[in-house]
C-alpha cells in the first residue's frame, strides 16, 4: 500500500472516531452531556419529560399545522422502549399531542394535567374536580364583546377545560395583546384563572393547575429516580421547579431541566434551567443524547 494510501485510510478513521465522539455525545455540548449522562447511565430508573409545541415541534403561524419531524419521533420511539417513563406535557389536549407527536408509545398529559392519556389508551382521563369551573371558562368566554375580541384579532380556541385566545395571527400585535390583558383582568374578577404564554392568554379553570403539577402526577405514577424536563416557554418552569422540589425532598437523585431557546423565550427561561439548547433541533440532539448507550 502506498504511503498516500495509508495516510487517505488514516485521516479516514480519524473522522469516523471525531464522528462517533460527536455521536457519543448526541451532538450536545459538555455541559448538557453531564446533566444526561446519570439518566443514560440508568434508563429504567429514569423520565424523559417534555412539553411539544417550541421544544419537540417548530412554532408555525397556524398551531393546527405544527408537526414533530420524524427524526424527533423516531428517537422518542427508542427512548420509549428503554426508559421507565416517556412523556408529553403540553398545553394541548391530550389526543391532538398524540395526533402532533404522532406515537402511541409515550403518555400525554393535555391541557397542562387537566388531562392524562396513557400509553396506547383511546380517551384521555379527565380530572373530575374541574367541571364547574370549566363550565364557568367556557360562559366567560362565550360572554365577551365579540366585536372587541375580533377587532383585536383574538382567535378563540375551546380547548374542552381551558378556552384559549390566540393572537398570534393578528397585525396588530400590541393591540391584541391589550385586548387580552383587559380580558385577562375581566376573568379574573369573574374568578377564574388567566395564564399567559406565547401569544396566547388561556382562561383556566381553576388554580393550581400547571405543567408542575402535572409532572408530579407523572413521577407519582412511575418508578423513577432521575428525570429530565425540556421546554420553551413560561409555563415549563414550574415543571422545572416540581423537578427540583423532588431532589430538595430526596425523591429523586438527579434532574435535567433543559431550556429550549427562541425569539420568543421569556428571559426566566434561561435563568431556570440548568442548560439551555438552541430551538428544536438542539432539543432533538439533547433526545439523541440520551437514545445513546450508557457510559
Ligand atoms: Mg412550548
Same mark, same amino acid.
Given at each position: ?11 479516514? /478513521? ?62 422518542? /420511539? ?19 399531542? /398524540? ?188 433526545? /439523541? ?7
Amino acid at each position: 500500500m502506498s504511503r498516500a494510501a495509508i495516510l487517505v485510510r488514516e485521516v479516514a /478513521r480519524a473522522s469516523d472516531e471525531a464522528g462517533d465522539g460527536r455521536r457519543r455525545a448526541g451532538g450536545v455540548g459538555a455541559r448538557v452531556d453531564a446533566l444526561l449522562a446519570p439518566l443514560r447511565a440508568e434508563p429504567d430508573a429514569s423520565a424523559v419529560l417534555c412539553d411539544i409545541d417550541g421544544t419537540l415541534a417548530p412554532i408555525v403561524l397556524d398551531p393546527e399545522e405544527a408537526a414533530v419531524p420524524d427524526d424527533a419521533r423516531a428517537v422518542l /420511539r427508542d427512548l420509549a422502549r428503554r426508559y421507565a417513563l416517556v412523556a408529553c406535557i403540553t398545553g394541548r389536549r391530550a389526543l391532538e399531542a /398524540r395526533r402532533i407527536v404522532g406515537i402511541e408509545e409515550i403518555v400525554y398529559s393535555g391541557n397542562h394535567g387537566l388531562e392524562y392519556l396513557p400509553t396506547g389508551a383511546a380517551e384521555p382521563e379527565l380530572d373530575p374536580a374541574v367541571a364547574e369551573g370549566a363550565r364557568r371558562a367556557r360562559d366567560f368566554v362565550l360572554g365577551l364583546d365579540a366585536e372587541d375580541v375580533s377587532a383585536a384579532q383574538l382567535r378563540l380556541e375551546s380547548k374542552g377545560p381551558i378556552q384559549a385566545l390566540h393572537w398570534r395571527e393578528a397585525a396588530d400585535q400590541r393591540a391584541a395583546r391589550d385586548a387580552a390583558r383587559r380580558i385577562a383582568r375581566q376573568a379574573e374578577t369573574a374568578g377564574l384563572v388567566p395564564h399567559r404564554g406565547r401569544k396566547v392568554l388561556e382562561i383556566r379553570p381553576v388554580a393550581g393547575i400547571d405543567k408542575g403539577t402535572a409532572v408530579a402526577r407523572l413521577l407519582d405514577e412511575a418508578p423513577v429516580e432521575l428525570g429530565m424536563f425540556g421546554g420553551d416557554d413560561r409555563g415549563d418552569l414550574d415543571a422545572f421547579t416540581v423537578l427540583r422540589s423532588r431532589v430538595d425532598a430526596g425523591r429523586l437523585r438527579h434532574v435535567a431541566c433543559i431550556g429550549v431557546a427562541s425569539d420568543e423565550a421569556p428571559p426566566e427561561l434561561g435563568e431556570a434551567a440548568d442548560a439551555v439548547v438552541d430551538g428544536p433541533s438542539g432539543f432533538l440532539e439533547v433526545l /439523541r443524547a440520551l437514545a445513546t448507550a450508557g457510559d
